[in-house]
């Protein structure tokens, strides 16, 4: 068979590892995320979207002050949307009652 223009139409396309990471992603939209930061603070809200640089856009977030007593979180800030940079990340973590699948989850750090 000759191809001219592109693969053969009886191949399998390949799924790429970044199509994979996509679609994982993608599932994640609309969950409700905890992200710890490198200053100590915590941001929980909804997962909106990130970018190639790992940048973190959350809806309707709080955040969470670092406390020296680690029981004792106090009142919730209330942000509203958030952006956090991604060299900021230190964790991500899904909160486990916004997932139907339990698939884990790998941050970009």
């Known amino acids: 068979m000759i191809e001219e223009n592109g693969p053969s139409v009886h191949e399998q396309p390949e799924v790429s590892s970044s199509s994979q990471a996509r679609q994982k992603l993608e599932g994640l939209l609309n ?11 915590t941001l929980v809200g909804l997962f909106l979207c990130t970018d190639r640089d790992c940048n973190v856009i959350l809806g309707s977030a709080q955040e969470f002050l670092k406390s020296s007593d680690t029981f004792s979180q106090g009142e919730p800030r209330v942000l509203g949307l958030a952006m956090i940079p ?5 964790s991500i973590e899904v909160e486990a ?13």
């Open 86 to 90: 991604g060299h900021h990340v230190v």
């Open 31 to 41: 969950k409700n995320m905890r992200i710890r930061m490198t200053d100590g603070r």
């Open 97 to 109: 009652d916004s997932l139907e699948d339990a698939d884990g989850f790998g941050a970009c750090h």
